[in-house]
């Protein structure tokens, strides 16, 4: 019994902190070996191929050095599928926060409004859908001849637009879809973090006479901040990685005005077969996603006491 007493101790160690640590290391094992086989191992082997020339067998066939890096430096269409996506990121992600907030404050269990549960579910579900699938949905809303979003223009006397088919028109149209489609997600986290600041708040507030609009600007917007940050972080990688939306509705046109940079990464990958090359533009959004989630966190991060 004491040598069974002695092996326990061994493995799970002799004081409670030393238990309580070993116990949560076992736990988090199976987490660490999926992050390292679907993100590390990836991410040495990107950088290993950026380096070598590679075979159309997958073969590393030849060290090249520092080639692969300056062929992407000097790819104008690499850059253009670059600023293409930045693009897409300002028109898509402060517009889904701001409308995500606007519905969250206006259905949290705070409001009166009928059938709240009912416009929950709604604003929801699409996220609950493929972006396949809504692509193919709203690449028919967007026709220019058929399609019902002109035809409700042309009813009300708008003129008609080309929308998915236009250069100028395309990423401005991608950007409602993709508004359309995340906005139910970051109105549920938005309705978690307004129902749990202390309704205290508000009733001090009131009786020293501040207005509704003081009372969002001193206590809601500051203690949503830790929301509005992990909204904003995820928001920024799910426009600068996409891929599906614009692939499935427009394949990158017309005229690649909606070529984004992970499309471009793809055709370099794996249908023009340049392997090294495409590593090296994943290397690059890599280190863009890293840059701008740690000005994120630097910039939004202010912790709030009251």
């Known amino acids: 019994m004491n040598k069974m007493n002695k092996v326990i101790e061994k493995i799970c160690g002799k004081t409670v902190k030393q238990r309580q640590t070993r116990i949560a290391y076992i736990f988090l094992t199976p987490c660490i070996v999926f992050f390292g086989i679907t993100f590390v ?11 070598f020339r590679v075979s159309v067998g997958g073969e590393l066939a030849k060290f090249v050095g520092l080639e692969q890096y300056k062929k992407i430096l000097y790819d104008d269409l690499f850059w253009y599928s670059m600023r293409n996506t930045l693009y897409f990121s300002v028109l898509s992600v402060p517009p889904t926060i701001i409308l995500a907030l606007v519905a969250a404050l206006l259905l949290s269990s705070t409001t009166k409004v009928i059938l709240r549960g009912f ?15 809504v692509a193919f949905v709203w690449q028919y809303l967007y026709q220019p001849d058929y399609g019902w979003i002109n035809e409700i223009f042309i009813k009300v006397g708008l003129p008609f637009q080309m929308w998915l088919n236009s250069p100028t028109q395309v990423l401005p149209s991608l950007a409602i879809t993709n ?14 973090g307004l129902e749990s600041i202390p309704l ?13 609009f003081q009372r969002f600007k001193d206590i809601t917007l500051p203690l949503l901040n830790p929301q509005i940050l992990i909204i904003s972080v995820l928001e920024i990688i799910n426009v600068l990685k996409t891929f599906d939306l614009p692939f499935v509705a427009t394949s990158g046109g017309p005229a690649n005005s ?12 794996f249908k023009w077969n340049e392997i090294g090359a495409g590593s090296v533009a994943a290397l690059f959004l890599f280190t863009l996603i890293m840059v701008v989630t740690l000005l994120q966190w630097k910039v939004f991060r202010k912790p709030v006491e009251y």
């Open 41 to 51: 191992y990836p991410l040495i082997q990107a950088g290993t191929l950026s380096f």
């Open 119 to 133: 416009f929950r579910s709604i604003y929801f579900l699409p996220i609950t859908c493929s972006f396949v699938a």
């Open 179 to 192: 508004i359309w489609m995340r906005l139910g997600f970051d109105m549920v986290i938005f309705i978690a």
């Open 200 to 212: 205290e708040y508000y009733e001090a507030a009131i009786i020293d006479g501040a207005s509704k």
């Open 258 to 269: 909606s070529r984004v940079v992970v499309m471009h990464i793809y055709d370099l990958a």
